[in-house]
């Protein structure tokens, strides 16, 4: 239970550090398939780093320590750890809110189904398209989209709405919801996977944003933006058109392309987390020289305390004295004393059986007489 309740501890810790170099580093900056993939990768590593045992890639420990771990073995019985009532009661909690939150998105997937199923669908370029009179509309899903019989598909807006919502689907950035929609479910109690799932929605829409307007008027988009309204909840793992981010997308339409060289500064990262994991086994491997020395010790004193009962043991009883008893005549001293109790015992059980006969024929010798 600890345990369980320690690797949550260091989940929501990677998380933080991966985030904070991403607030420091990444974010508002153009180059955001980088800025996609780094954001999907924090939240795998920091599910996954947690797991990885610095043991593994260090020096071994002595063999030795198994005899050590015998000779200790009453005392680490004794020092055992339990598992507290409350340990249960607080994982028990955090169980039952994520089955809470990943039965809410199984229904919104659900939900999507049904959309499917109640309105006409048509097919163009392997996409299924359906016209609906949903607030939540436009959006996609996979390779569906669902439109918005509002708004005219052959006019200036709805091209290029269709246009952004083609890149979602393009760029398969449902994949990329149902995994943060999973992660963010389970872990709910992790509060930098929420704001990274945001992010992750936000970069969403920076790309779309960006290829949808690579050929057209930046500003002509910045005012369908506008112009457009959505009022709708957004379902889970859908790309919408619209969200409450319209002023951010807005700016990084205007903000110029971030230079290559400022590219250099994301590779600080993955070094700062090698050289500190290399200097974290050398550590451990320093550590475990010294443990291995003292474990030697230790178990040359054992051996030699072994060696002083040996000879204590096999001491024969006339050699100093003959009211010494060795163990193992004390162990055959005693087999012999309770085979010796156990015959009288049924020797009295055969004389208990035998008096009543006895009583008979004294009563009968005095009636003869």
Known sequence: METVLLYFGKVILCSGVMFLYYKLSLKDKTFHHYNRFYLLSAMLISLLLPLIKIEDFTIEVSNDIYKLIDTVQNFNNKNSTHDYPYFRIILSALGLVSFYFLGRFIYGIFRIQQLKRQFQRESFDGINFYRTNLTEAPFSYFKNLFWKNSITLNSDIGKQILKHE?????????????????????????PFFHIIKKEISLIHEYLADKKAVKQSDTKAFAQMLLASHFSGNQL???????????????KMLQKPKTKFGYARRIFALPVVFSVAFAYLVNAKNQEIKATNLEIEKAVSQIKKEDKAIIKKDTITPNLKNDNVVSPRD?????????ALNKNIAEKSKGLEKLKPESEEFQTRDKEIG
Do not use: C, G, Y
């Not at 083609?166 to 992790?190: R, Y």
């Not at 004390?330 to 309770?338: A, F, G, N, V, Y």
């Open 166 to 190: 083609m890149v979602h689907i393009e760029q398969k950035h449902s994949f990329d919801k149902i995994f943060i929609e999973i992660i963010t479910s389970v872990f709910w109690f992790n």
């Open 330 to 338: 004390l162990k055959e001293t005693q087999k012999r004393i309770s």
């Open 236 to 250: 889970p793992a859908t790309s919408p058109f619209l969200s409450s981010n319209l002023k951010k997308r807005l």
